[in-house]
């Protein structure tokens, strides 16, 4: 597996196969692995804060999440194998999971959403585990006892959807005392399994205009949107000054 650097983020250049196989792996070692998905949004801010960039520079898999870093990736002269939205990672993932019998914690989103998607995880993947649920609305002083709780129930995935850059930072500072399978920052996947936000038709997403489906149904993330042309400038000025990116290491 190769890693490259996208902007100065680094952002591994796998296939989807690939990478559930090596976060199945993970959830097996129990490492204190996490996963990071770097999109568009994640990149930009990481060009601004060496925190961002370090705590994904420690994740096990930074997989491509959007169009946006995609199609730098091309301008840069590095393209990636292909693109890995996170909710379609999740998904497959916990197929394989279920077939094994094994759990995952749900950390994340409002009151009450955890459990929703609890629930709708288990209808759809018969076979997989709820070791536990939290909501995402935690104050640093009780993180002690999310840690605790987390470390109890032992669940081979924590899936961590606190929204970036809390969810990356949370698992980079907290990676080596939690004892579980592999951890996976998700932003707002849990808002998606619960049933509370619909996702883009599959013939938008295959596209890569998923942001744009979402933005038509909900106009007030118009200031995130605009983050897509603000990457490819990016990308595009960098290309001409000749700062082309280069394979960073073997991972």
Known sequence: MNRMLVLGTEIDRISFSEAIELALNSTAHRRGDYLVTPNTEIVLRADRSPEL???????????????????????????????????????ALFGRMAERRQSVFLLGAEEGVAARAAAALLARFPGIGIAGTENGYFDRSI??????????????????????????????RNAPRLRVGLMAGLGGALDVFSGDVPRAPESWRKI???????????????????????IVFAAIRKRIKGEREIWQRES
């Open 208 to 230: 890569g205009f998923e942001w744009l489906y979402r933005l038509l149904r909900e106009p007030k993330r118009a200031k995130r949107a605009v983050k897509l042309p603000l």
């Open 53 to 91: 960039r370090e705590a994904i520079r420690g994740a096990a898999l930074s997989l491509p999440d959007s169009i946006g870093v995609e199609i730098a990736c091309r301008i840069l002269g590095t393209p990636i194998a292909e693109r890995i939205p996170g909710i379609d990672f999740a998904s």
């Open 143 to 172: 993180e002690e006892d999310i840690v605790g709780r987390i470390n109890s129930a032992s669940p081979d995935l924590l899936l961590v959807c606190l929204g970036s850059p809390k969810q990356e930072l949370w698992m980079h």
